[in-house]
């Protein structure tokens, strides 16, 4: 079957949730190593599948102590359009900043003022999916209510980015919202099916405290996803489109 961008984009995905829920193996590794190369084999409009893939093949290599071997699949991603120079920046990332190999491919990347604006509107994006992770979490101890709380999403930017990186971003925030709403569905659902459990063996705990948790939940549920479509981002016009150096090394507070 001949591959497609789409189709392509959304197998890199499913890996990455499967990474990011269930931890790496070697079967997701080669995984990765095959979106790399039916990414290749779709030309330009592939790249950037290439770089999202040897991105995360580096980070896995970093993490395994193998930062020769990172380095070298940091490079072919920025060979690959890859521009994410917030990402860079992150604290897994930052012992290759002394490495002169590091310092030269970063120099090679380039972005648009756009587009930065954006990528650093994922991270942040990205920072906050966390955060509310977690406090969705500790709002859930004590429901007694079977109801599910989706985690609220603000808006993915629909801009046509001006370099192919962008891409990149959009897809690591895509995967992270993807693998946090797994797992606190997972934890959801336990937490219904313990209350039915429970109320089958000793009989209705206390339904009327069940109703109102429900209904405290949906109206928090609904707070949430009217602060994160508020959070939708706003291009700005005079940001323009010319390319330039990513900001000096060192110079950008990841915002995770």
């Given at each position: 079957?001949t591959?497609?961008?789409h189709a392509?984009?959304?197998?890199?995905?499913?890996?990455?949730?499967?990474?990011?829920?269930?931890?790496?193996?070697?079967?997701?590794?080669?995984g990765?190593?095959?979106?790399?190369?039916?990414?290749?084999?779709?030309g330009?409009?592939?790249?950037?599948?290439?770089?999202?893939?040897?991105?995360?093949?580096?980070?896995?290599?970093?993490?395994?102590?193998?930062?020769?071997?990172?380095?070298?699949r940091l490079?072919?991603?920025?060979?690959?359009?890859?521009n994410?120079c917030?990402?860079?920046h992150?604290?897994?990332?930052?012992?290759?900043?002394?490495?002169?190999?590091?310092?030269?491919?970063?120099?090679?990347?380039r972005?648009?003022?756009g587009?930065?604006?954006?990528v650093?509107?994922?991270?942040?994006?990205?920072?906050?999916?966390?955060?509310?992770?977690?406090?969705?979490?500790?709002?859930?101890?004590?429901?007694?209510?079977?109801?599910?709380?989706?985690?609220?999403?603000?808006?993915?930017?629909?801009?046509?980015?001006h370099?192919?990186?962008?891409?990149?971003?959009?897809?690591?925030?895509?995967v992270?919202?993807?693998?946090?709403?797994?797992?606190a569905?997972?934890?959801?659902?336990?937490?219904?099916?313990?209350n039915t459990?429970?109320?089958?063996?000793?009989?209705?705990?206390?339904?009327?405290?069940a109703?109102?948790?429900?209904?405290?939940a949906?109206?928090?549920?609904?707070?949430?996803?009217?602060?994160?479509?508020?959070?939708?981002?706003?291009?700005?016009?005079?940001?323009?489109?010319?390319?330039?150096?990513?900001?000096?090394l060192?110079?950008?507070?990841?915002?995770?």
């Amino acid at each position: 079957m001949t591959d497609t961008v789409h189709a392509l984009a959304d197998r890199a995905h499913e890996l990455l949730v499967t990474f990011l829920t269930d931890g790496p193996t070697a079967a997701g590794a080669a995984g990765l190593e095959d979106v790399v190369a039916r990414g290749a084999a779709l030309g330009p409009d592939g790249g950037w599948l290439v770089a999202a893939g040897q991105v995360s093949l580096g980070v896995l290599d970093l993490a395994h102590g193998r930062a020769d071997r990172a380095v070298l699949r940091l490079d072919a991603a920025v060979d690959h359009g890859f521009n994410d120079c917030v990402m860079l920046h992150a604290e897994p990332l930052r012992p290759l900043h002394g490495d002169p190999r590091f310092q030269a491919l970063y120099r090679r990347m380039r972005i648009t003022r756009g587009d930065l604006d954006e990528v650093l509107w994922l991270h942040r994006e990205m920072r906050i999916a966390m955060q509310e992770a977690q406090d969705a979490s500790v709002d859930d101890i004590g429901r007694l209510d079977t109801g599910v709380s989706p985690l609220p999403q603000a808006p993915m930017p629909t801009r046509a980015p001006h370099t192919p990186g962008v891409l990149v971003t959009r897809l690591d925030l895509s995967v992270t919202r993807t693998a946090l709403q797994r797992v606190a569905l997972r934890a959801q659902f336990r937490r219904g099916a313990g209350n039915t459990a429970l109320d089958l063996i000793d009989g209705p705990r206390d339904p009327v405290r069940a109703r109102r948790d429900a209904w405290d939940a949906d109206a928090l549920d609904s707070r949430r996803q009217r602060a994160a479509e508020a959070r939708a981002f706003v291009e700005d016009p005079g940001a323009g489109a010319v390319l330039l150096p990513c900001p000096p090394l060192g110079s950008i507070a990841h915002p995770v």
